[in-house]
């Protein structure tokens, strides 16, 4: 249980000092994780993975949130660091060492992971984004209030219309696993330099850098300017990834490390990407949506010289196509793996499971793909280590509270341009995504009501100023419902019937069970399509209301993603594979961890300096008094920010 200094009983890290007033130090900790032999990859049992459909894969609705992050340890005993299930541990940070301690800022105990066993992993579907200023009272408190948005990106919708885009080329179209993947996290943006003329596939296309090398297959190289400048845009909001990569230039935690990826190929990832380069990665990538790569920095990155495969607009025979070509390499295998939706790593478990003797581990983002990990954990089928990073604090106060927040705003206003003020609305759900919501539309001069099933969070609607009312008691005299309950059939057919004309209706929560819109497709009503995501639904009698995105998410389909958020996300992917990658051997398990608290915390700090804030040090005395390290964790797991 000391402080500061430890090091791994295994010599596998060198731990830092003490946390210095600036995360700066804990960066430089991170530098000084020193790479453990290939060894740790241990033994990898047969694999025998049997497709997940898709029914498998999403997660179930209507279940309790207690279900959702029940955590316990590693099967088969675990790790006896690791933090134990909420309820039964109290706020106690472990001995530390490693290369996890290294990463933390106060270095001090090693944050291991904890193997965490969900029973509902759907309820928490996150996406990534806003952000907020931090604002710093006299006595250092650090508060967050509204930030602008500079960077603006547009969802390419959305996971319905994986199956129903049409397959290119006649090329033969393999069924895929699940994915819709790709929609449990973000995002997309319009290629403001694509060519519609251009019909040819990337695929029939030769195209070679400026430094002579094809080890790519983008849209069109020659975009790369373009791209370049959206990354140099987005590095702007991603303090934190510009940090570990300024210090990267001494030491590579990452050297040696071959990853591949398949996630959404955006400005932001590109930021990730170059980072994992600079801290000594060789990295190949693929998209994990159709739709969502932004092809001019897909031809910046494959410029630069990363070996991206990936355009907007994938068959879906190419999505498979454009992945074997990340993994099935001759004289390249990767050693991690960072996925977004489980489509890789199903791919690899399928096509060439011996790869999996020389993975280090899996890095898994969005809720689909994690779930699809713990089924394999589940079933004794995962063979390596796997980081579930959707469920990371930070991430998901981020994705949640934060996003939400500032998204609500933007996806009404870009939909219906109207005025916020004064105006009647009702928010079914008083969650994380509730109360960002609420605080949102309450900032703006709106009439907010709310409604929920649990008194708990119903007094906290009331203690927040807002008017806790059944659905019924509002519904025909508010201007705009939206829902958040991640539960289905929240707002009915006969809710609908009873709204007041020019209503507006959509959804934050759950991915279109909220709304009963299926109920609004009989003959007696017509719908009118007038904007992209804009429906006017229109009853007999001229009564009509505005339904956004189809009742899917409204921000997803419609809003931004602050790369700020994105940041939270990425800074905490390239944590998770530093981890992985250089944890001894034996800490962790062929099984699904959380990132430990610690790296959360590191995670913060590292975004803090943008906003100038100024982090107040425990005394020893006062970190005795509360039994606490004084370089953290601050916090029990149980405990709820
Ligand atoms: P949460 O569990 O914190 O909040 C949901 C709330 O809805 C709970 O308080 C619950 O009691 C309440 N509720 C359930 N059924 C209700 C009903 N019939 N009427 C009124 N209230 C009801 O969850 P959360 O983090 O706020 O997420 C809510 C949903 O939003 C989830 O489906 C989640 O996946 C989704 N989500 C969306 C985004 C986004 O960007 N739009 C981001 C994160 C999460």
Known sequence: MGEGRGREAGGGAELEPELESEPAVAVEAVMSVQVVSAAAAAKVPEVELKDLSPSEAEPQLGLSTAAVSAMAPPAGGGDPEAPAPPAERPPAPGPGSGPAAALSPAAGKVPQASAMKRSDPHHQHQRHRDGGEALVSPDGTVTEAPRTVKKQIQFADQKQEFNKRPTKIGRRSLSRSISQSSTDSYSSAASYTDSSDDETSPRDKQQKNSKGSSDFCVKNIKQAEFGRREIEIAEQEMPALMALRKRAQGEKPLAGAKIVGCTHITAQTAVLMETLGALGAQCRWAACNIYSTLNEVAAALAESGFPVFAWKGESEDDFWWCIDRCVNVEGWQPNMILDDGGDLTHWIYKKYPNMFKKIKGIVEESVTGVHRLYQLSKAGKLCVPAMNVNDSVTKQKFDNLYCCRESILDGLKRTTDMMFGGKQVVV????????????????????????????????????????????????????????????????????????????????????????????????ELTWERVRSQVDHVIWPDGKRIVLLAEGRLLNLSCSTVPTFVLSITATTQALALIELYNAPEGRYKQDVYLLPKKMDEYVASLHLPTFDAHLTELTDEQAKYLGLNKNGPFKPNYYRY
């Open 428 to 523: 079914c759900g008083y969650g994380e995504v509730g109360k960002g919501c609420c605080a949102a539309l309450k900032a703006m001069g709106s009439i907010v009501y709310v409604t929920e099933i649990d008194p708990i969070c119903a007094l906290q609607a009331c203690m927040d100023g807002f008017r806790l009312v059944k659905l019924n008691e509002v519904i025909r005299q508010v201007d705009i419902v939206i829902t958040c309950t991640g539960n289905k059939n929240v707002v009915t057919r006969e809710h609908l019937d009873r709204m007041k004309n020019s209503c507006i209706v959509c959804n934050m929560g759950h991915s279109n069970t909220e709304i009963d819109v299926a109920s609004l497709r009989t003959p």
